[in-house]
């Protein structure tokens, strides 16, 4: 009993001088190269703490900072007595190089090598130490030994990046691709990891390099991986035609998975290949076996038509929607589709009075509160091109005590706002953006704060406030897609309101307005207005970018271009077209961009 007590006794003794110990204070000396004092916190430590192998290894690592190494060799030598882990003839031997016997310190690196052959638990420790060290050829060795004896993951990730320290890059991808085989919910890491080495350009050397190493795995061992990692290869190289047909070798032997098809849907629509876009819809709609999948391919796949036909093709378009309502009928799982069919209706066969009556009708099936939403909000955006501003805002509110505090009521009060925005009810419109400054929605946030300021930075100059009415009206005609009508309203208040605080805000509408219509010209001297006149303002950044956009895409005036950009890049470093400008200017000037 009495021995206990006394074990007990010294154990707490040991537990409050290790407490009085701090380890940040040891870590801050030992940085700040104080390494005495360091090295006297660490001892103690270690005192308290004999198995706790990090405080060890910080107090060898002080005595060899101070040259210490004789004294560093002993306690080297002395704990591996105590403990057989061969991580500490790394210590030893890195002890002799750091003395320059390189023939001795490289015969205890070639043991602990040797002593991991048949202790295979200690390669993570041992290959640390020699990473720790710099010593990577040994650390490769350590586990590659390590793969032999267990293949383990994370061995894999490290081989990896100490191939990429060697540039050896070859055989970097080989490890990735091992470990994303391995771990397979890390693949969009180590895509971000590649993306570093993978550029648009096909005959680059590291594309063909990655191509090559795929291309190989296949051969050895068919995966449909390989294959999905050649498609976000030729992804990356805007190849989508390939790109289709790899994914489709993914789909054969995985016939359960259309996420891959789906993705790349997506991104070659972003990118606009249009005849392979098409052929990915088509290709979803006849082997997709969700009815989901298929509706919203037939809907992806109209929409995109759309954006390539004029109005003559538009009855057949129409037709097609049709048919699809009327296989699939109106309900929950058809919400997309409808929402698709409305849009067409209202902003293409130009028949919001039709949009609308669909709409009211689609509401009244068995719908969920979701989906009713969804359809709501819809009905009433459309509702406010036809200057029906209060059932709209009946609509948005409703939304709004439907789905309580999810995005979509967010969204709907913001729209909410707006509309009374368009109205002229700009105390109304301004209470409700307040609320929706501090939204969960980053974006709703951004342009609830965007619209509050235009209000509050305009209403002020005129109690009428005049200019801002004419101004929201043009931004009303607009979405309504009346753009001769909005150019005229803007003309009126750049002729009758010269001095009010709005003109720049105008002359940046009428600008886009003018692009919209092919007006290169006018909107050039818009931008260059601004950038003349309102030097100062927070609308120049716009302006010089979208000058340089129209200069790199529409006028093909480069050097102008260019000039245009590196102004945002110098001057406007905190500017939302700041990574773009970057961007666009560096493959203007032939850099190589990744």
Not at 231 to 256: C, G, H, M
Not at 332 to 337: A, G, K, Q, R
Request: proline share 2%; net charge neutral; with cysteine.
């Amino acid at each position: 009993m009495m021995k206990s007590i006394v074990c007990l006794f010294f154990s707490m003794f040991c537990f409050l001088t290790s407490a009085q110990v701090d380890p940040g204070l040891a870590k801050d000396y030992f940085e700040e190269g104080a390494f005495e004092k360091a090295l006297t916190l660490y001892q103690k430590l270690r005192n308290n703490q004999r198995s706790n192998s990090y405080y060890f290894l910080k107090v060898i690592e002080c005595h060899q900072q101070l040259s210490q190494y004789k004294t560093a060799q002993k306690e080297i030598e002395a704990q591996m007595k105590r403990f057989k882990n061969p991580q500490y003839l790394v210590e030893l031997g890195y002890n002799y190089q750091l003395q320059n016997q390189l023939t001795q310190a490289d015969l205890y690196y070639k043991k602990a090598i040797q002593s991991i052959e048949i202790q295979s638990n200690y390669v993570y420790a041992v290959a640390q130490r020699f990473e720790i060290h710099s010593l990577i050829d040994y650390a490769i060795q350590a586990y590659e030994i390590g793969l032999k004896k267990e293949p383990n993951a994370a061995f894999y990730y490290q081989l990896a990046g100490l191939y990429a320290t060697q540039q050896n890059i070859e055989k970097m991808m080989e490890y990735y691709l091992d470990y994303v085989e391995t771990n397979p919910p890390y693949i969009n890491q180590v895509m971000r990891v590649l993306s570093e080495y993978i550029s648009e350009d096909a005959n680059q050397p590291y594309n063909q390099l990655f191509k090559n190493v795929l291309l190989k795995k296949l051969q050895i061992k068919p995966n449909p991986l390989w294959n999905q990692w050649l498609s976000w290869l030729y992804v990356q190289q805007n190849d989508f035609k390939k790109a289709f047909i790899q994914e489709k070798a993914v789909y054969r032997r995985t016939p359960e998975s259309f996420q891959g098809l789906i993705n790349l849907a997506l991104l070659a629509q972003e990118a606009q290949p249009y005849d392979t876009t098409l052929s990915v819809f088509d290709f979803i709609i006849q082997n997709a076996k969700e009815t989901r999948l298929r509706i919203q391919a037939n809907c992806s796949r109209l929409e995109l038509q759309l954006e390539r036909s004029d109005p003559s093709s538009y009855q057949e378009i129409k037709k097609r929607y049709e048919a699809l309502l009327e296989t699939y009928k109106l309900g929950v799982e058809t919400v997309v589709l409808q929402l698709s069919y409305a849009q067409f209706l209202a902003y293409y066969d130009q028949n919001a009075e039709a949009a609308i009556a669909f709409l009211k009708t689609a509401l009244k099936a068995n719908l969920t509160d979701l989906a009713s939403s969804e359809l709501k909000m819809k009905l009433a955006d459309i509702l406010v091109t036809q200057n029906k501003f209060n059932q709209a805002l009946i609509y948005y509110t409703q939304i709004q005590m439907r789905v309580k505090n999810s995005t979509l009521s967010q969204e709907a009060r913001f729209k909410a706002a707006k509309t009374s925005y368009y109205k002229g009810d700009f105390e109304w419109a301004e209470t409700q953006l307040k609320v929706l400054k501090s939204s969960t929605s980053q974006l709703t946030a951004n342009d609830a704060l965007e619209l509050q300021l235009l209000i509050s930075d305009h209403k002020g100059s005129d109690s009428l406030h005049t200019a801002l009415k004419l101004y929201a009206k043009a931004e009303l005609l607009k979405i309504q897609k009346k753009t001769t009508e909005a150019l005229s309203v803007l003309d009126t208040i750049l002729k009758n309101h010269k001095t009010d605080p709005i003109i720049d805000q105008t002359l940046l509408l009428q600008a886009q307005l003018y692009a919209s219509q092919k007006e290169f010209l006018k909107a050039e001297a818009n931008y260059l207005r601004i950038i003349t006149d309102y030097k100062d303002d927070i609308l120049v950044d716009d302006a010089y970018f979208y000058l340089a956009e129209i200069y790199r895409t529409k006028l093909l005036q480069i050097e102008k271009a260019k000039l245009n950009y590196e102004t945002i890049i110098f001057n406007h470093e905190d500017s939302i077209h700041f990574v773009e400008a970057r961007k666009q200017y560096r493959i203007l000037r032939g850099d190589s961009i990744n």
